[in-house]
């Protein structure tokens, strides 16, 4: 595998630092004080191409009325619908669902209509959905150049809330926070396709290795805990 398509977890897209009293402050550097935050650090930049019907690349410039339809996220494979602006689009911009017509009605609706030529679109998992939030953003926490219409609400993903199973998971795309909501509620939803790793966001213990040392490796991110 390449190292064009091999996964990479991205980043956060939060470059900010923070002295002791909260407040915003120059680049740390290595061996300062404080050193270690998330803003001192980049890795992984978040990397996007622009796509057309039947995934074909398209000018950074595109909108949708010159055919943007999907973003290839280049880090994690992952293929995103782009909102359409048109109300009577099946995936218009402003419209909401439940978290079974989600899965079941809208999802759907997509893939009978081929939307940018693919039927198998699905709703993302939380880890799906939360990588392309930029946390150095806010209302909303995504870059609008990739990802224009997004709104600054709630979208579900395919997870349920493990102790309340009437709940749903999702991300609140005004901070980037992961909240859960009644099923029976009408929220967005922005479905998703593809991806360089099948275990992404799966609780699947296949992805993790015992170190032995009091530390466990993830092999889908590589990150180790």
Same mark, same amino acid.
């Given at each position: 595998?390449s190292?064009?398509?091999k996964?990479r977890?991205p980043?956060? %897209?939060f470059?900010r630092?923070y002295d002791?009293? %909260? $407040?915003e @402050?120059?680049?740390?550097?290595?061996?300062?004080?404080l050193?270690g935050q998330? *803003?001192?650090?980049? $890795?992984?930049p978040f990397?996007f191409?622009?796509l057309?019907?039947?995934?074909a690349?398209?000018?950074?410039?595109?909108?949708?009325?010159? %055919?943007l $339809?999907?973003?290839? +996220?280049?880090n994690t494979g992952?293929?995103?619908e782009?909102?359409?602006? /048109?109300?009577? +689009?099946?995936?218009?911009?402003d419209? @909401?669902? @439940?978290w079974?017509e989600?899965? !079941?009605?809208?999802?759907?609706s997509?893939?009978?209509? !081929?939307?940018?030529?693919?039927?198998d679109?699905r709703m993302?998992?939380r880890d799906?959905l $939360?990588?392309?939030?930029d946390?150095?953003?806010?209302?909303?926490?995504i870059?609008t150049?990739y990802f224009?219409?997004?709104?600054v609400?709630f979208y579900?993903?395919?997870d349920?809330?493990?102790?309340?199973?009437?709940?749903g998971w999702?991300?609140?795309?005004g901070?980037g926070?992961?909240?859960?909501?009644?099923?029976?509620?009408k929220?967005?939803?922005?479905?998703v396709?593809?991806g360089?790793?099948s275990?992404f *966001?799966?609780? /699947?213990?296949?992805?993790?290795?015992?170190n032995s040392?009091? @530390?466990i490796?993830?092999?889908v991110?590589?990150?180790?805990?």
């Open positions: 595998m190292a064009e398509t996964f977890l980043d956060t %897209g470059s630092c002791k009293s %909260g $407040r @402050t120059e680049p740390i550097r290595p061996g300062q004080d050193y998330d *803003g001192c650090f980049e $890795r992984h990397s191409t622009k057309g019907a039947d995934a690349p398209l000018p950074e410039t595109s909108s949708w009325a010159e %055919g $339809r999907m973003v290839l +996220d280049n992952l293929v995103w782009i909102k359409s602006p /048109d109300e009577d +689009d099946v995936n218009f911009c419209s @909401t669902c @439940t079974e989600a899965q !079941k009605k809208y999802v759907a997509l893939n009978a209509a !081929k939307h940018g030529g693919f039927s679109w993302p998992n799906e $939360r990588s392309i939030v946390y150095g953003k806010l209302n909303p926490a870059d150049w224009p219409g997004t709104q609400a579900w993903c395919s349920t809330y493990e102790m309340q199973p009437y709940f999702g991300i609140f795309f901070l926070s992961g909240i859960a909501y009644g099923k029976s509620s929220r967005h939803v922005r479905a396709r593809g360089l790793s275990l *966001g799966k609780p /699947d213990v296949s992805r993790f290795s015992d040392d009091g @530390t490796t993830d092999s991110t590589g990150l180790m805990w």
